[in-house]
């Protein structure tokens, strides 16, 4: 008998996990805390905004937006500049790895001194003309973008190594600081753009030293080649800033052509819509933060074969999830527009096909991500380079036609073209023969020699 029980027991096999369980490893898993760092960094710049218009008056928020703007080109400029390829190149250091990120590490610190320093002689620049109260706006700015890319820096090394939670361990604090200084701030009428940039750069800053003092890179003795680093960075580096800024305008051209075919009003439409749309981006950037360094990794441990079958699975699971989007899109979009824009009037179509926009836009990305991984910044930079001008030229035809849905429609090709063009690019780099690093390396290292 009790052999029996025993035998059954052994044919059962370990019982499956309950729900309960499951649950609990997902929320400790990197792609959560990923995600819920994504959120807590999106949700910083959305209620600091939000905070400024309600406890200031609207040209404090107007500065302050475009401000925030500059240190958001910063840190693009950064990541495909430095970040990005200390990443690609994580698995392949040049010198030991420790040597390889203090030598990235400066490297952030000089880019952040001269874009800091740019700034604050335009500040001069202002004051000499007339303008105080605008020179003191960006004075504050070049307080606040070098610990804005500390900061980010040490976010996007963490998630190089994939620990996610050291990346959420930095943001959580400066997040929650920096809100409840905007608050005192509001509370005591001392709010203004200047004063809540100072806040960002305390409270960014702190985070970012404290990182740094805990991976002992302040007081780090050990002899290091930064100009082999830079230049390798520099050779992958430049073909993503193209691919950056490519993106950038691909992303714009539909708004500035609206505000020059079919007014200011049209563009607030168009803006609101694609607020709501961006509804989806936590979700997709806090992927992309796990994604970059797994296909770094799985291109060099399988090759080009490890890297192509790693897109093909990341880029099924992000258009399963923009799907679902989609889907939300369709049923409660409008509800959500005239909730939050009640003066917009009927977006229903509109916020459909840039919703499927979006879906396009994500099923390329993990091509996007793989190119750069397998040093084929190149190709990236080029297809990235041929969408924009096909969306430029595209919107131009079809808004004076149709509008705002026209231009949507617009969109909706080039990223159709676009993501085309990534995957194509990936299979003519990669196809499915195994990894040759021979040709693959050079790219990068063959500069730093």
Known sequence: MTSDLAQTSDVSGPSAPSLLTRFRQFTLSKAALAFVDQCAVSGQAFLTLLLMGTLADLAQVGAFAIALSVIVIALAVQDAAITRPYTIQLH????????HLLASFRLSLALAGVISLA?????????????????????????????????????????????????????????????????MLGLTGHLSAATGLLVLAATNFTAGACWIMAKGLV???EKVETTPVAVASWAMGRWLIVNQIAIQVQGYTTQW???????????????????????????????????????????????????????????????????VFCIVITVFGQQ???????????????????????????????????????NKAANLALV???????????????????????????????????????????????????GDFSKNEPEVLRHAG
Request: aromatic fraction near 8%; charged fraction near 10%.
């Open 119 to 183: 700034v604050l002689v335009f500040s001069i620049f202002l004051v000499v003309k007339g303008r105080p109260s605008d020179g003191q706006i960006a004075i504050a700015l070049a307080l606040a973008l070098p610990g804005a890319m500390l900061r980010e820096f040490g976010r996007r090394v963490s998630f190089a190594h994939e620990r996610s939670l050291e990346a959420l361990m930095i943001d959580a604090p400066a997040v929650c600081i920096g809100l409840v200084g905007i608050v």
């Open 219 to 221: 007081c780090a003795n």
């Open 336 to 374: 959500i527009m005239s909730a939050l824009y009640p003066k917009t009037g009927d977006t229903w179509h509109l916020l459909i096909v840039l919703a499927v926009s979006a879906m396009l836009a994500s099923a390329g990305a993990p091509a996007a991500i793989a190119l750069a991984s397998a």
């Open 92 to 99: 392949a250091p040049i010198g030991s790895a420790r040597g």
């Open 384 to 434: 990235a380079g041929f969408a924009a001008l096909f969306n430029l030229a595209i919107v131009v035809v079809l808004m004076p036609i149709g509008g705002l849905l026209g231009a949507a429609y617009g969109t909706l090709l080039a990223e159709l073209v676009g993501t085309a063009g990534r995957w194509i690019a990936l299979y003519r780099a990669v196809g499915f023969r195994s």
């Open 257 to 323: 052509f609206a505000l020059i075919f079919l007014g200011v009003h049209a563009t607030g439409v168009l803006a609101a819509s694609l607020s709501i749309i961006a509804f989806a981006n936590p979700i997709l950037f806090g992927l992309f933060n796990i994604m970059i360094p797994k296909s770094a990794r799985v291109f060099r441990q399988s090759g080009n074969q490890g890297v192509l079958k790693r897109a093909l699975r990341d880029s099924a699971v992000l258009v399963g999830l923009m799907f």
